[in-house]
């Protein structure tokens, strides 16, 4: 059975014209297939495998930036997402009872008060890093958080 190849996920048609994958990138004319013979080189097969691994290197981290871009704000709709699920389900989440409400409230008012009192602040443990000197002595140098 024929199928149209943009309709089916898996691919590579679909997923560029979904906007999945790169479909404009210079490095991508590289992975052309030529048909043209060349005659045998050793320095010229050298050339072309660094710049295999070359333009490899470029692919990738261009397909990163590009996974990046395109996940950017999913956090954001996911979370949207939620909201709108919990708010249109309300009434499925178990109801607070008076008496938990009102242990609630008395909780807030004693955090109230604590907040006026002064807090002392404790000491945390620094990292220290120490160097290996030549006369061999030893450096340490504080290392700020």
């Given amino acids: 059975m024929k199928r149209n190849p943009r309709k089916l996920k898996w ?5 560029k014209s979904a906007g999945k994958e790169m479909v404009v990138d210079s490095t991508l004319t590289f992975a052309a297939r030529r048909n043209v013979p060349v005659r045998y080189n050793r320095d010229h097969i050298e050339t072309t495998l660094k710049a295999m691994e070359r333009v490899s290197e470029i692919r990738a981290r261009r397909e990163r930036v590009f996974y990046k871009k395109r996940m950017a704000g999913n956090k954001e709709r996911q979370r949207e997402a939620d909201r709108k699920l ?19 409230e008395a909780l807030e008012g004693l955090d109230e008060q604590r907040i006026e009192l002064p807090v002392l602040e404790e000491k945390r443990k620094q990292k220290v890093k120490q160097r290996l000197l030549v006369n061999g002595g030893i450096e340490e140098r504080m290392d700020i958080d």
Avoid at 95 to 101: D, P
């Fill in 11 to 15: 691919t590579k048609a679909f997923r």
């Fill in 86 to 104: 919990v708010a249109e389900n309300e009434h499925l989440l178990p109801r607070q009872r008076a008496s938990e409400r009102m242990a609630e």
